[in-house]
């Protein structure tokens, strides 16, 4: 079955930077594109950034400049890195992909921006 695992969070200053993992298995990960969304108490899922199976990338604009998403095909997982942390960062961050019909999530990896 398809499998999403995040890890990579943790409790980071303001200014400081972190970098996410997403490891996929049970699907082929090369055709996939693959997203990172985040979700803060008390707000909606929103989408952070999304790359396609060729390589192109697209972020929300409260992340753009900050935020990079890569992907290592041959390591079947996906990244997010993150610069310049704000508090308002501060959410559960959720790995995801979809094919026709189906979406698929990770479990969520909690990110902590405080002094």
């Known amino acids: 079955q398809v499998q999403l695992v995040e890890s990579g969070g943790g409790l980071v200053q303001p200014g400081g930077s972190l970098r996410l993992s997403c490891a996929a298995s049970?699907?082929?990960?090369?055709?996939?594109?693959m997203d990172w969304y985040r979700q803060a108490p008390g707000k909606q899922r929103e989408l952070v950034a999304t790359?396609?199976?060729?390589?192109?990338?697209n972020y929300a604009e409260s992340v753009k400049g900050r935020f990079t998403i890569s992907r290592d095909n041959a390591k079947n997982t996906v990244y997010l890195q993150m610069n310049s942390l704000k508090s308002e960062d501060t959410a559960s961050f959720y790995c995801?992909?979809?094919?026709?019909?189906?979406?698929?999530w990770g479990q969520g990896t909690q990110v902590t921006v405080s002094s």
């Open positions: 049970g699907i082929i990960f090369s055709i996939y594109p």
């Open positions: 790359i396609t199976r060729g390589g192109s990338t």
């Open positions: 995801h992909t979809r094919e026709v019909g189906r979406e698929y």
